[in-house]
């Protein structure tokens, strides 16, 4: 590693040794996962440093009322208390999962269940009623949620024979769900490859299949894919959620897919209502067993979500138990909950990269097309007082990239992100006076388009930014509010925003080659920034075909350091996501990347169980 | 000294002084005295909008902070002799955002009405002046810009044109505009048969002459009603609109803004922040509305207490 | 009176017609359109991709003939397909009807329950210390913001008394109970704000009739207040306040955009709210097209209504 970045920075030395082994082992499961092989679901017990050393662990306070919070603690001491892998500790799981109840949380109906249409990333969220090839783990009893690794869904095994092929070995005895058009019937290869094809011409999964030349069916559960081109993300972002495997009868039906989610999955549909919410029951002929208990799935007997328009009207209802799990936008809102109900269950998740508040800029117009005017300008933020902010001590530095692909548990730390995220306004205008602008502002108005007020977070992180750029270097910053979010939309996805605009998509996805290359190859249709680097362009298009882990490692670090070094988008802070369920209610858990069961942790829906 | 007494004041003739009808009129000051006795809300109310435009005019000067500048380490304060009512989410002071917010609220509240009541009276008394067919087109064009849910109005214009102040007033004018048009046009029409009218027209005097000079002066009232009962309602409404997230863009603080940015998210923690901006509406809109009562029962005569 | 009728309709057709024009116009102005809103998150895919679905929800044509297929739909009663949802424009409003409704009812009694006692009082008894209470009462209630009381109760509720309302909507036949339960706090809240100005139009209008000439007739007559009241003020001071309070049902059923929103109901108010924001092109014309209509039948209403109360009234 080079002088200027370092891999790893642990704060206290006694987690050290172990933090190391965990990094170690994960980056090796990472590497084996990728290039030789798949294997069968793994006891979490299993893999070394994930458990508490080896000792016996620690006192586990994961409610309010074992230990009270008292809203000064530290982020590092929250994210440890109230760590996933804490959770296997809380008392249900002496005696085990138990059967029944309903399931209920907020969750709106989608506006169209066509999977092969343009709506279908929202379908991510509705991943209960099919399966995929493979997934993420999921579950109180994971190894680390923190961290992403591949299980399977529909396929046992995986293997990787050479650099162009995937082969999936099915489990032996899927049913698709008991209503028509399937009825029940056997489910076979031939399904993947219809659904596959399918989603080749579909606007939104296409992307995810592009170097799929042709699948093969040797027999029907041995699936086979041939690749164009070597593709070091495949497998990774087969796990993403939208890729739910739907049946031929349903698809070639006069109505399509948009009659209903029917798949091979553990719940079926039964209905639902815009702004009310949707009901499914338990699918009795479900396939898959829990891999952590070997008990048939799933557990509860019905899911009945319900939808909340405004905030602590979701608040209120969650305090009376109306529903079942929550996620707190923020600390207040989360010790507020503590205070009128100290039993609940908190679980803190490190920040996903997909999902944090930072700014895109024209580099193709003046005076953001000078590197020191956007390096300038980064150093004018305070980062250190937004997370003590609005975000009350939760959040990390941001940028969006995966730092789970190196092993690395919580968000990047200052060190890692290079000179010009550090706060420093001496050299920023020193910065600004070599750019020309030695009397300080930037010559002209500076518009800052916000992205839509719902999104608290982001608009209190705009307005800070804005207010430092003022204060900081005199600059004259016009901020407008976008009227709704489909006017945002047409700023930033149609690159229509005239200087700065605040934005918080990055990806999603599992895998960092979304994270490299679309936002930063010349040629990516969602490159929203105009990049146009083509040291960038040969970079990110070396590590989509690199399948050496620590190559590619390798690779993704060095357009890291260039896209900061370039301040190509100006970053901020990245919160940590919350998670509060009441105590009687077990694996309903977010991962780094989902929020279950909304969002794309939908499909923890079939481990979530009660105890009541 | 014995004294006639029947219920109409107007004729108590009280033997050995001057008939009131001959007296020479008390100054303006004390006849403004005395009406301010006959009603004491609508002084009240008078006094309280003074008040208040004169602290949206002096606001840089009363407030004691930037509103404007943040401080996130200084956030959600209680009140306290730094900061009279507190910090907000952002760590800006509460007050001063509040004395800054009446500028906003006031200034879109009052130009909206102006702009809308004005517009729809000129509108009303020309189509109720001229009448027949072009009457008829520009009633139905009235009404179906009422028919229309105002709020959709009011979404479509601004999310159309974009959030900012001036925005914000047409939407509002627009939506004030049919209701004034209809009002002022019922009253030219009741005055148009008049006399006096039609002798100017005989007379030989231009429509546009006997609009302003003549159907003016008598729909005068109304105006002044419909104008102090409207103000409440803009103001009402630019909070909804700020509510709804498309009031005046930040950092400018309107009281409506106020309420739907912090005052909604941390209600439990910081109950200030949503508390002195919805009490500054309802004082303001509570004031107008009580000197637009005062006022109309001041101007109309049949409701003058006996 | 056949003739004013057919002369109403006519009027009305001609100003349906105009609204749905200048809305249509008026929509395309709307930064951004429905397939930004449908990819959602996806953001951006390749540019034939996006042509295609454009082409499929049929928002490439020209203006004019989007507009006359909408037309000449709608003018057969069919107002297509939702642009965003897998949806018919009329389904989605017919399921809204319901909640609208109910609360639209809800709301009105409580309005009329609190306006025409306490307004006819008022005036009877004016400048007396009820009087004054009852005047500054309304006043406050036009007043207050009433999403601010919303959240402010909701919030009071939970916290000082432990009870917060089932904040899920269930149909009225599928659970009486739960479903007043969940329409109470928003129907008191829009009930008083309602109320409180027809609380004052009524004291206004009450005052203006009590000064009558008949009244003080009947008074020196020797009739009983109340019953003079009854008789013969009520008809005619309520003109004014029917007008008002049919501006006001006209509201209520347009839906009550705010209050759907802080209480999550599903009614009409919410579905325009998502229309317009969702850039839901035929569901906007569908929704505006329903309320105008709506709007126009409660004028027509309103104006025969006087005709009932006030025998002076006649329509050639």
């Not at chain 1, 085990?96 to 506006?111: E, S």
């Not at chain 2, 049919?178 to 002022?184: D, E, H, L, N, T």
């Not at chain 3, 996806?42 to 295609?52: L, T, V």
């Amino acid at each position: 590693m080079t002088g200027r970045y370092r891999v790893h920075q642990t704060r206290k030395a006694a987690v050290t040794r172990r933090w190391a082994l965990g990094a170690l082992a994960t980056g090796a499961s990472a590497a084996f996962l990728a290039a030789c092989g798949g294997r069968k679901e793994e006891r979490a017990a299993q893999t070394p440093g994930t458990q508490a050393g080896g000792a016996a662990p620690q006192a586990v306070y994961l409610d309010a009322k074992s230990k009270p919070v008292t809203g000064k603690e530290k982020i590092e001491e929250l994210r440890e208390r109230f760590h996933p892998r804490n959770l296997k500790h809380l008392p249900g799981w002496k005696t085990g999962p138990k059967y029944g109840g309903t399931l209920r949380f907020p969750l709106n109906v989608p506006v169209s269940w066509d999977l092969t249409g343009p709506a279908a990333s929202a379908l991510a969220s509705y991943a209960m009623f099919h399966n995929k090839l493979v997934d993420f783990e999921m579950g109180d009893l994971s190894e680390n949620l923190n961290l992403v690794k591949m299980t399977g869904d529909l396929s046992q095994s995986w293997e990787q024979p050479d650099k162009l092929t995937f082969v999936f070995k099915l489990h032996p005895n899927i049913k698709w769900q008991n209503v028509p058009p399937v009825n029940g019937r056997q489910f076979t290869s031939e399904d993947v490859k219809y659904c596959v094809e399918a989603y080749q011409k579909a606007p939104v999964q296409s992307v995810i299949y592009r170097d799929v030349e042709r699948v093969e069916t040797p027999d029907a559960t041995t699936v086979v894919f041939k690749m164009k081109q070597p593709a070091a993300y495949f497998l990774r972002v087969l796990m993403q959620p939208m890729n739910l495997i739907f049946s031929r009868e349903q698809h070639e039906s006069p109505q399509g897919l948009k009659s209903g989610p029917i798949g091979t999955g553990p719940f079926i549909y039964e209905g639902g209502q815009d702004r009310v919410g949707l009901k499914a029951r338990k699918n009795s002929d479900y396939f898959k067993k829990d891999p952590f208990t070997g008990k048939q799935l799933p557990y509860v007997d019905r899911i009945e979500t319900q939808f909340y328009a405004d905030t602590n009207a979701a608040v209120a209802a969650f305090r009376d138990k109306q529903f079942d799990v929550y996620w707190p936008q923020n600390r207040s809102i989360w010790m507020d909950i503590l205070k009128s109900n100290p039993e609940v269950i908190t679980q803190i998740t490190t920040p996903p990269p997909s999902a944090q508040p930072y700014f895109a800029w024209r580099l193709d117009k003046p005076p953001f097309n000078d590197v020191r005017v956007r390096r300038a300008l980064s150093m004018a933020i305070d980062r250190e007082a937004i997370i003590a902010g609005p975000f009350d001590g939760m959040a990390g530095y941001g940028y969006a990239q995966d730092q789970t692909f190196f092993g690395q548990e919580w968000p990047w730390t200052p060190d890692q992100l290079g000179l010009y995220v550090q706060f420093n306004l001496a050299e920023a205008k020193k910065l600004l006076a070599a750019a020309g602008f030695a009397s300080g502002g930037l010559g002209r108005k500076i518009e800052i388009y916000h992205i839509t007020t719902t999104l608290t977070i982001a608009f209190d992180t705009t307005q800070l930014v804005a207010d430092m750029w003022r204060r900081n270097l005199g600059i004259d910053v016009v901020e407008t509010i976008p009227p709704d979010a489909a006017a945002w939309q047409q700023k930033f996805f149609g690159v229509q925003y005239d200087d700065v605009i605040m934005t918080w998509y990055a990806g999603p996805s599992l895998d960092p080659d979304a994270y490299a290359y679309d936002p930063l190859h010349s040629k990516s249709p969602k490159n929203y920034f105009k990049v146009n680097d083509p040291e960038l362009d040969r970079l990110t298009e070396a590590q989509r075909v690199e399948f050496d882990v620590p190559k590619r490692q390798q690779l993704l670090k060095e357009i890291m350091q260039r896209d900061l070094d370039q301040m190509y988008r100006i970053w901020t802070v990245t919160p940590y996501k919350i998670n509060v369920r009441h105590p009687y209610l077990y694996n309903a858990v977010d991962q780094i990347h989902a929020w279950g069961p909304r969002g794309w942790g939908s499909k923890v829906c079939e481990y979530i169980w009660m105890d009541k | 000294m014995a004294t006639a007494r029947t219920r109409d004041d107007a004729s108590v003739v009280q033997v050995g002084r001057t008939p009131e009808a001959f007296r020479a009129k008390p100054s303006l000051l004390v006849r403004t005295w005395r009406l301010a006795h006959r009603k004491p809300l609508g002084a009240i109310s008078a006094v309280l909008i003074l008040l208040l435009v004169l602290a949206a005019v002096l606001a840089p000067l009363i407030a004691p902070y930037d509103p404007n500048a943040t401080s996130p380490r200084e956030r959600l304060q209680a009140p306290s002799s730094k900061h009279w009512l507190g910090t907000d989410d952002l760590g800006r002071d509460v007050f001063s955002r509040i004395v800054m917010g009446a500028r906003t609220s006031l200034w879109a509240g009052v130009m909206a009405t102006i702009c809308g009541t004005l517009l729809g009276s000129l509108i009303g008394m020309l189509s109720g002046y001229m009448g027949g067919h072009a009457d008829m087109i520009v009633q139905r064009i009235m009404d179906s810009l009422q028919v229309l849910p105002l709020l959709v109005l009011l979404l479509v214009i601004v999310v159309a044109l974009g959030p900012s102040l001036w925005n914000v007033i047409w939407a509002l004018s627009l939506g004030i505009l049919p209701a004034a048009s209809r009002i002022v046009r019922g009253a030219t029409l009741s005055v148009k048969n008049e006399q006096f009218v039609e002798a100017a027209r005989v007379l030989g005097a231009r429509p546009i002459r006997i609009v302003f000079r003549h159907i003016l002066p008598n729909v005068t009232a109304p105006i002044i009603v419909i104008a102090s009962v409207t103000i409440g309602g803009a103001i009402l409404a630019e909070a909804s609109l700020s509510f709804l997230g498309l009031g005046v863009p930040p950092p400018t603080p309107s009281w409506g803004g106020m309420l739907a940015a912090s005052g909604r998210r941390y209600f439990e923690r910081a109950p200030t922040l949503a508390v002195f901006p919805g009490l500054a509406i309802t004082l303001t809109v509570l004031a107008f509305n009580l000197l637009g009562d005062t006022l109309r029962d001041v101007l109309d005569p049949r409701l003058r207490k006996r | 009176m056949t003739a004013y009728i057919v002369r109403r309709l006519f009027a009305a057709l001609f100003v349906l017609l105009l609204m749905s024009f200048v809305v249509f116009r008026l929509v395309r102005w709307l930064p951004g359109d429905a397939l930004l809103v449908k990819l959602g998150e996806a953001g951006r895919i390749p540019p034939d991709k996006m042509e295609a679905a454009r082409k499929e929800m049929g928002i490439d044509r020209p203006f004019m003939v989007q507009y006359a297929s909408w037309l000449s739909r709608a003018i057969r009663g069919d107002l297509g397909r939702s642009l965003i949802w897998d949806e018919g424009v009329a389904t989605r409003l017919r399921k809204g009807v319901p909640i609208t409704l109910e609360l639209a009812i809800l709301s009105s009694a409580v309005a009329i329950t609190i306006a025409l006692p306490i307004g006819i009082l008022s005036a009877v008894k004016q400048d007396t210390l009820l009087d004054y209470i009852a005047r500054v009462v309304a006043i406050t209630g036009l007043a207050v913001p009433s999403f601010w009381l919303a959240t402010v109760a909701l919030l009071y509720l939970t916290l000082w008394f432990g009870w917060t309302p089932p904040l899920r909507y269930t149909p009225f036949f599928d659970d009486p109970i739960t479903n007043l339960k969940t329409f109470i706090l928003p129907s008191l809240i829009l009930g008083f704000s309602l109320g409180a100005s027809l609380t004052r139009m009524t004291r206004s209008t009450v005052l203006e009739v009590l000064r009558n000439d008949y009244v003080r007739t009947a008074r020196a007559k020797g009739l009983q207040d109340r019953i003079v009241i009854a008789r013969h003020v009520l008809k005619n001071a309520l003109i004014p306040v029917v007008t008002i309070f049919g501006l006001q049902v006209t509201n209520l059923l347009g839906g009550s955009v705010i209050m759907e929103s802080l209480f999550s109901f599903p009614g009409i108010g919410g579905v325009t709210l998502q229309a317009v924001s969702q850039r839901d092109y035929t569901q906007i014309q569908g929704n505006v097209l329903f309320l105008g209509t709506i709007a126009l039948m409660m004028n027509v209403l309103v104006d025969i209504s006087y005709a009932w109360l006030d025998p002076r009234i006649r329509y050639a």
